[in-house]
Antibody, heavy 117, light 106 residues
């Protein structure tokens, strides 16, 4: 069974940093590209970032480019999102999920990031 | 950037109704479109990919069609567990989501 467990969320002040983690199991992590998707309270889904299986290809949404960094450790079956210069509008539940040509068939339960003073 | 619009934004329907949701892309995306269902407090669930391919385990009352710039998600006979918000996602150029359509009980 595919399991994805996000962690690392919490309350952070504007301008601060946070590192999210996603622990994956139940599938061959190193064979799949991975994504971060977020959802602000009461709002829709927003794709945030993509990383290919070998980390050779990385994409970001314009809203986070230059502030967020996606990475992965295939030996540890883990995905990461380093978030710097956080803003109030980054407040959201952050989900991770493996993608096949961008289609996300499995999702974690999400981790809440709150940016507030 | 490719933008997606969904119509309607909100839909009130009864159990047994046939429901159709439309997703339009700002430029042609071939069949690179997926549909997701999300219930409150839960992660999204993949329903359809490649515009019309039903994800394993998804009931056959769900169907998708379209290509290019206009796509539809149809629920042939709405069931109580189908009341949720539905999102389309384009996969042609990065991975934008549509704004969502909330299906509520009439």
């Amino acid at each position: 069974e595919v399991q994805l467990v996000e962690s690392g969320g919490g309350l952070v002040q504007p301008g601060g940093s946070l590192r999210l983690s996603c622990a994956a199991s139940g599938f061959t992590f190193s064979s799949y590209s991975m994504n971060w998707v977020r959802q602000a309270p009461g709002k829709g889904l927003e794709w945030v970032s993509y990383i290919s299986s070998s980390s050779s290809t990385i994409y970001y949404a314009d809203s986070v480019k230059g502030r967020f960094t996606i990475s992965r450790d295939n030996a540890k079956n883990s995905l990461y999102l380093q978030m710097n210069s956080l803003r109030a509008e980054d407040t959201a539940v952050y989900y991770c999920g493996p993608g096949v040509q961008g289609v996300i068939a499995h999702w974690g339960q999400g981790t809440l990031v709150t940016v507030s003073s | 950037d490719i933008q997606l619009t969904q119509s309607p934004s909100f839909l009130s329907a009864s159990v047994g109704d046939r429901v159709t949701i439309t997703c339009r892309a700002s430029q042609g995306i071939s069949s690179y479109l997926a549909w997701y269902q999300q219930k409150p407090g839960k992660a999204p669930k993949l329903l359809i990919y490649a515009a019309s391919t039903l994800q394993s385990g998804v009931p056959s009352r769900f169907s998708g069609s379209g290509s290019g710039t206009e796509f539809t998600l149809t629920i042939s006979s709405l069931q109580p567990e189908d009341f949720a918000t539905y999102y389309c996602q384009q996969l042609n150029s990065l991975f934008t989501f549509g704004p969502g359509t909330k299906v509520d009980i009439k």
